[in-house]
């Protein structure tokens, strides 16, 4: 009997589902909660997640599909959790976000295989990575529980890792061992002739590691420097290990490990995160300065959104659930998840503004970021001894914000390549 197909055996159909917007708080979001000003700039009435369509373009999604597939949600007749949010029909079935987004990464999955038994590895490796991308979004935002958004994870996985085999360099899957279990962590190469730079990359709660493929293509790759990405402990492959003030012992290990790894040189380390991932990095610059040799901070969730409950509140409730998912805790009471997330802030734990770095530190961030703002852009760069800013402050901001991905670009090189 021939094998059946992944997703197919994956999405066998199947009801009672937790519906995504439930499955940290037991209900969906109020839809008419205040929201704060974000760096991302996607913050959309009537929706629970948040609709990062300039990200989603970036990583190599087609703009008219991905407006097709919000159309087919929005118009939906189908039973919701919240009938004032239009992502949130409950199932696997029209409407459902996970079900739309998996039929482009399904049909693009099939056009993958297709073209590698023409032996058209050009297409297949394109098409590939596309499902990959496609897969990512439909389980977005990637929490723990949501039955049907694990399984689009494993798609988007396999498909990441079968366009990998067909890059110019390979990609390497690297496996860390951290407290008797292993993290496995994706390094691609900008050349396999000699050793190369690394700089190890750590994102929000909401993306998985594979979304960073651009980042190295644009920018890292043609200056010469290699990419290990890390998923954040409580998502990906690092969430058997929940989100807490000591998560940085998992960048810690990965930075550790690379000194067994072959293909990358040990003294050119660099480290660049996003959101919370730059909030583990930045703490990881002040210890481990003599492993690291620069840093790079992309709108960190460092000190301000956990010391000032007001801001905190502004959150929007997908990143809340997010957050809370990582940390294995319920988001039903902001006040209480509040009291949980102070650990966060570098400035209460004795970091920053009380001691500086010998690392240089890259800080870039929008000055009216809800999540990072102007003061703490600057806190964190004045935490090194050696600390520079890139602060947007004029729309369209996520243009402004990719622009400032060539600047640190770069900034890296500087460190790492003397």
Excluded at 11 to 27: A, D, I, L, R, W
Excluded at 201 to 210: A, I, N, P, R, T
């Amino acid at each position: 009997m021939a094998q059946e197909n992944l997703s197919e055996v994956l999405f066998k159909p199947q009801f009672n589902y937790p519906e995504t917007s439930c499955v940290v708080n037991g209900h969906s979001g109020d839809a008419g909660a205040a929201v704060g000003e974000l760096m991302d700039n996607d913050n959309t009435p009537g929706w629970y997640r948040l609709l990062r369509r300039a990200q989603w373009a970036w990583q190599g999604a087609d703009p008219i599909l991905v407006e097709s597939t919000l159309a087919k949600i929005a118009i939906s007749t189908q039973q919701r959790s919240n009938d004032a949010l239009l992502d949130t029909v409950s199932d696997y079935k029209p409407g459902n976000w996970v079900y739309e987004w998996m039929q482009p990464a399904a049909k693009l999955h099939h056009e993958a295989k297709a073209a590698l038994e023409q032996e058209d590895f050009t297409a297949a490796r394109k098409a590939f990575y596309l499902a990959s991308q496609y897969y990512a979004i439909s389980g977005y935002p990637h929490l723990k529980g949501d039955e049907l958004a694990v399984q689009a994870q494993a798609l988007a996985n396999v498909c990441y890792r079968e366009a990998g085999k067909l890059l110019k360099c390979p990609l390497k899957v690297i496996e860390v061992p951290f407290q008797g279990k292993t993290i496995q962590c994706y390094l691609h190469l900008a050349q396999i002739e000699e050793v190369s730079p690394v700089v190890v990359v750590c994102g929000s709660v909401d993306v998985m590691q594979l979304e960073y493929y651009t980042l190295f293509e644009k920018h890292l790759e043609p200056a010469g420097m290699a990419m290990l990405t890390v998923d954040i402990p409580g998502g990906g492959y690092a969430s058997h290990y929940r989100l807490d003030q000591d998560s940085t012992k998992v960048m810690q290990a990965v930075v550790q490990h690379l000194k067994k790894v072959p293909w990358i040189d040990h003294d050119r380390v660099a480290l660049l995160g996003g959101r919370l991932g730059a909030n583990l990095v930045t703490r990881l610059a002040y210890l481990e300065p003599f492993s690291i040799k620069a840093a790079v901070s992309l709108g960190g969730a460092v000190d301000q959104v956990f010391i000032d409950e007001k801001r905190f509140r502004l959150l929007p409730q997908m990143l809340l659930d997010a957050i809370a998912s990582r940390m294995e805790i319920r988001s039903d009471d902001k006040a209480v998840m509040y009291q949980f997330c102070k650990i966060y802030s570098l400035s209460m734990q004795g970091l920053l503004g009380r001691s500086k770095t010998k690392v240089p530190i890259l800080s870039i961030g929008h000055k009216q970021d809800v999540i990072c703002p102007e003061s703490d852009i600057r806190k964190v760069a004045n935490g090194s001894f050696s600390g520079e800013t890139i602060i947007i402050d004029k729309p369209p901001i996520f243009t402004s914000y990719y622009r400032a991905l060539d600047q640190a670009a770069e900034w890296l090189k500087l460190h790492l390549m003397k």
